[in-house]
């Protein structure tokens, strides 16, 4: 992936996470604090009972953390891998119409990169997003554990 910009991003996920894009999940923008994903509530992502289905939310959620991870690896030049280790998530109103899912731990990952990249040691960190419906309301937050490890050089 070259600069990580939304068109970029959102194409991505055309490509390489196509459940979350024909779900309608798409980043709505990104800087080096904070990040937004959205998704508007359809007949193809709910759930019997009309609401977003929770897996759509977790898709939305984890996106708007983990854009946060790739944009600061992106910008570290270093080989680094990253996965989910841990998540939980908590539901509070029936999530319709368009849910932005915010997070705002960018400072969290950048130091945690840069602890990585300094020890070679792998390290975690806990990124959080809420969604939030149309009128402001929270619906849902989603806490992801990252762990992230300077990946070795291959021996030959």
Same mark, same amino acid.
């Given at each position: ?58 898709? *939305?959620? &984890?996106?708007? #953390? ?8 992106? +910008?570290? %030049?270093?080989?680094? !891998? ?36 300094? *020890?070679? &040691?792998?390290? #975690? ?8 419906? +149309?009128? %402001?309301?929270?619906? !849902? ?16």
């Amino acid at each position: 992936m070259s600069e990580i910009t939304v068109k970029n991003m959102n194409k991505f996920l055309m490509f390489k996470l196509p459940s979350a894009f024909f779900s309608g999940v798409r980043v709505k923008s990104i800087n080096n604090n904070e990040a937004i994903a959205t998704v508007k509530h359809k007949w193809i992502n709910q759930n019997p009972f009309k609401s977003l289905y929770w897996a759509v939310q977790g898709m *939305t959620s &984890e996106l708007a #953390t983990g854009i946060l991870v790739i944009k600061e690896i992106k +910008e570290s %030049g270093k080989k680094i !891998s990253m996965l989910v280790t841990k998540q939980t998530g908590t539901f509070t109103k029936k999530a319709t119409g368009r849910i932005n899912f915010i997070c705002k731990d960018g400072h969290l990952i950048k130091a945690s990169i840069d602890k990585t990249i300094a *020890t070679g &040691e792998g390290q #975690t960190v806990t990124m959080t997003a809420e969604g939030f419906d +149309e009128k %402001g309301d929270s619906v !849902s937050k989603f806490e992801y554990e990252w762990s992230i490890k300077v990946k070795s050089p291959s021996i030959k």
